[in-house]
């Protein structure tokens, strides 16, 4: 399952002078939306008519700091980690990205494509969406994204995506691309037991050169998108108070809303 590492969002967050997201100088943890995919890999591996059979393995692409989300996954129940650490991915956009991600995938799967590659429905620093799909096509597998409910009986999975007016069910032949909601179930917390048993559990570190991937395709240098410019938020004006002393106040309530579009 691929897991991310990002900004607290309870922290101070800011930019590099290159206008990308500072990952260095900012508190960082693994992303909360990911954590449900953990979740769904673990409960699928405990659902397995033989579980000592599956295991599951916590990838993540990112600076040296990035390895805490891998910690956090393994605290959780995962069986192995990977990170994929190398000052060339920085900057990188998604399409970047899934290239790594692919590269490092079959290499943690000793060359060949894993049954089931897990991950949630965005970052919730970029908040794309959209790495599932683009892993699955570089992977040359179907994808099964969005999910709420994930179900799998020998090599089919069948999920359930809620949409805005209907729930749709789909299904698919691993292996797969499978990617799940924060509707999918909650996500457990690490018991002690579990955090003590993560620090033997064994973690492999790639480098672009061990993944042969050309340091020339990733970076902020071959991005399709790039950050223009940024400027803090303002600060918050002074709220205005309206008064009822006289019996106007609807009135002035009214106009206050249609002066800003509210109405």
């Known amino acids: 399952m691929c897991v991310k590492y990002v900004p607290d969002a309870t922290a101070h967050r800011g930019f590099e002078a290159d206008n990308t997201v500072d990952r260095l100088g900012v508190d ?3 992303s909360e939306l990911d954590e449900y995919a953990v979740e769904q890999a673990l409960r699928l591996k ?14 993540t692409v990112g600076p ?18 990977v990170h994929v650490s190398d000052e060339a991915i920085a900057g990188s956009d998604a399409i970047a990205t899934s290239l790594v991600l692919a590269a490092a995938v079959k290499k943690a799967a000793g060359g060949d494509v894993p049954d089931l590659v897990m991950c949630g429905m965005a970052s919730t620093d970029g908040s794309m969406g959209v790495l599932p799909a ?17 179900e799998t009986q020998g090599d089919q999975v069948r999920i359930k995506r809620d949409g805005d007016t209907a729930t749709e ?3 698919g032949t691993m292996p797969l691309v499978l990617s799940v909601t924060d509707q999918s179930g909650e996500a457990r917390y690490p018991s002690f037991k579990g955090i003590m048993a993560a620090k033997k559990k064994p973690m492999a570190t790639y480098s672009l050169a061990d993944l042969d991937v050309p340091a020339d395709q990733v970076g902020l240098s071959v991005a399709w998108s790039v950050v223009e ?3 803090a938020r303002p ?9 009822d002393e006289d019996g106007s106040g ?10 800003k579009k509210f109405i």
């Open 28 to 30: 960082g943890l693994l």
């Open 134 to 150: 683009m892993l699955a096509e570089r992977l040359g597998v179907p994808q099964v994204t969005l999910a709420s409910v994930v």
């Open 235 to 243: 600060p918050r004006s002074q709220g205005e108070i309206v008064k």
């Open 229 to 231: 410019g940024t400027e």
């Open 46 to 59: 405990e659902k397995a008519e033989d579980p000592e059979s599956v295991s599951v393995t916590a990838l």
């Open 64 to 81: 040296e700091k990035a390895v805490d989300a891998v910690r956090k996954a393994l605290q959780m129940g995962a069986d192995a980690g």
């Open 169 to 171: 069910v789909i299904g």
């Open 250 to 259: 609807a009135t002035a309530l009214t106009e206050f809303m249609a002066s």
